[in-house]
């Protein structure tokens, strides 16, 4: 018996002793555990207080990059353009009358080529006039590539040479009885209001100009402070604006209805450039509802702003017309 309780008590002894060697060998690895938690900590601490307005500027030029990145992707709607510090942001929409197919729209709009010059027009069509969306076509796309420079005589002159030779070939398909009455018409002249601007190789610069009531709204980052060009009021929209003629004889007077304006921004700029229809409403709305502003802002593609539209002309805020809109966003590269 003595010899069973000697074996028991060494056999207890070893297992005590197993366990403390157990133990002693854990703890160096669990205190290296920790400290290297403590050194992680430390760094992630460190990582997660950068400068504020180093972190603000990376955020911004990765934002814009991505805008760029995706430069290739953008919808027909939608361009980006990076010129000189700044990028732009363009989408342009119309819808047409309502009852009218989208051929029969008189609306027209343009945007430069130019990778040095950007420059935007709109233009609407005198429904009363004969071939008047031809008319406003050749007017925003001559704009956009030679700015200011098209009201020269020798300009209009050209572009009117294109709205008789596009005409002409229309009518030529014609019933033949019915082409006289076309000629006699096109003798009584073809209209269309204009506005578009210029933003030049000087930015922060912006050279608006319009003609008639298609008009050009802007803000600096302030939606309770837009300006416009021409300062019109809702009852100035009216049957007779003042417009661009495709006669000759007309040109004399044509300066006089041109309303001019270089305009000024810093960092950003928000601009509308729209037809009648949409101004008007803009021009009743802004004062007593400045989010309107932002409303049209937030519209990022065609689906949107058909939508936006309607849903005017059903609570009968916005005349059965031709509507177009382009909104131009410009932010700055670097901030």
């Known amino acids: ?26 703890k160096p690895v669990s205190e290296r555990r920790n400290k290297l938690e403590i050194d992680i ?139 006289w009455f076309m000629y006699e018409k096109l003798e009584r002249g073809t209209h269309a209001t204009l506005a578009a601007v210029e933003f030049s190789s000087s930015l922060e610069r912006v050279q608006i100009l319009t003609v008639g009531d298609s008009c050009v709204f802007w803000c600096n980052g302030n939606a309770d402070e837009v300006n416009m060009l021409p300062e019109l009021s809702p009852e100035d929209f009216g049957s007779f604006p003042a417009s661009i003629c495709h006669l000759s004889k007309t040109w004399q007077s044509l300066e006089q209805k041109i309303v001019r304006k270089e305009v000024t921004f810093q960092n950003t700029l928000q601009m509308i450039l729209c037809t009648d229809a949409l101004a008007c409403w803009l021009v009743t709305k802004l004062k007593s509802q400045p989010s309107n502003w932002e409303r049209l802002f937030q519209i990022s593609d065609d689906s949107s702003f058909t939508n936006f539209i309607e849903t005017l002309r059903e609570q009968n805020n916005i005349r059965n017309d031709d509507v177009t809109a382009v909104l131009i966003d410009v932010l700055p590269l670097n901030v």
């Not at 018996?1 to 207890?12: C, E, G, T």
């Not at 005198?126 to 008319?135: G, K």
């Not at 209009?156 to 294109?162: I, T």
Request: hydrophobic fraction near 40%; include cysteine; proline fraction near 1%.
């Open 1 to 26: 018996m003595a010899r069973q309780s000697l074996a028991f008590s060494i056999f207890l002894f070893f297992i005590i002793v197993s366990i403390l060697l157990v133990l002693f060998a854990k």
């Open 41 to 179: 900590q430390d760094k992630e601490t460190n990582n997660d207080q950068p400068n504020d307005k180093v972190a603000s500027q990376e955020l911004e030029t990765q934002l814009t990059q991505e805008l760029l990145a995706n430069k290739q992707t953008s919808s027909e709607s939608e361009q980006l353009r990076n010129i000189g510090d700044y990028v732009f942001r363009i989408r342009s929409f119309h819808i047409q009358k309502k009852g009218l197919s989208e051929a029969e729209c008189e609306d027209k709009n343009a945007l430069s080529k130019n990778s040095l010059n950007l420059r935007v027009a709109v233009a609407d069509g005198a429904t009363e006039s004969l071939f008047s969306d031809v008319w406003a076509d050749i007017l925003v796309n001559n704009y956009v590539e030679k700015g200011a420079d098209f009201f020269q005589f020798s300009e209009l002159e050209s572009a009117n040479q294109k709205f008789v030779q596009k005409t002409s070939q229309q009518i030529l398909g014609m019933p033949e009885t019915r082409q």
